[in-house]
T-cell receptor, first 118, second 114 residues
Framework: AQKITQTQPGMFVQEKEAVTLDCTYDTSDPSYGLFWYKQPSSGEMIFLIY??????QNATEGRYSLNFQKARKSANLVISASQLGDSAMYFCAMREGYSGAGSYQLTFGKGTKLSVIP | EAQVTQNPRYLITVTGKKLTVTCSQNMNHEYMSWYRQDPGLGLRQIYYSMNVEVTDKGDVPEGYKVSRKEKRNFPLILESPSPNQTSLYFC?????????????FGPGTRLTVL
């Protein structure tokens, strides 16, 4: 089973509007971290926001916020007031406290390609 | 500036010609990792290192070697590159290997093997 699922391969949003990118995860580990990364066409991976499994409040970072619903195992990224520069691939990722392989790797979803329309 | 650096950023080579992609971090991080990113397959871990002289295989280690002689450096070695190793490679590091530790990524290395 996939550990991170991003069901939206592509999305469009009007400039200055808000957009929600979906992410669901699967783990039996009580300790895990959820991360969102942005990958523009230039290729680098840019860290956006983080949520720990024990955090009581949803994370926020400027125009980015994370809608964390632990019981539903979802960690959706909300981008407010979209800008043209937000056009990019967005990846949800999880790091578990103990992974079966012990590699402590980040497990990534397939990504969502966001296009901001002027 | 805290960062992870990779070199080269772009490389075109031929089958069988040994190459090394360097990775260095200046944050005194213990954990370092290599990923490759391929269309439709996402990012997959190649090798990782928990600390100096401690390395282990990730999900796709075939055809790669690594070493961790110093804390800051974690080079990726392709002894005999093949076309199926054409990919975008990322080095990443984190302070520790915990669930709550953010991994910092290098800028990526685009490798083409002809």
């Amino acid at each position: 089973a996939q550990k991170i699922t991003q069901t939206q391969p592509g999305m469009f949003v009007q400039e200055k509007e808000a957009v929600t990118l979906d992410c669901t995860y699967d783990t039996s580990d009580p300790s895990y971290g959820l991360f969102w990364y942005k990958q523009p066409s230039s290729g680098e991976m840019i860290f956006l926001i983080y949520q720990g499994s024990y955090d009581q409040q949803n994370a926020t970072e400027g125009r980015y916020s994370l809608n964390f619903q632990k019981a539903r195992k979802s960690a959706n990224l909300v981008i407010s007031a979209s800008q043209l520069g937000d056009s990019a691939m967005y990846f949800c990722a999880m790091r578990e406290g103990y992974s079966g392989a012990g590699s402590y790797q980040l497990t990534f979803g397939k990504g969502t390609k966001l296009s901001v329309i002027p | 500036e805290a960062q992870v650096t990779q070199n080269p950023r772009y490389l075109i080579t031929v089958t069988g010609k040994k190459l090394t992609v360097t990775c260095s971090q200046n944050m005194n991080h213990e954990y370092m990792s290599w990923y490759r990113q391929d269309p439709g397959l996402g990012l997959r871990q190649i090798y990782y290192s928990m600390n100096v002289e401690v390395t282990d295989k990730g999900d796709v280690p075939e055809g790669y070697k690594v070493s961790r002689k110093e804390k800051r450096n974690f080079p990726l070695i392709l002894e005999s590159p093949s076309p199926n190793q054409t990919s975008l490679y990322f080095c990443a590091s984190s302070l520790l290997a915990g669930a709550f530790d953010e991994q910092f990524f290098g800028p990526g290395t685009r490798l083409t093997v002809l």
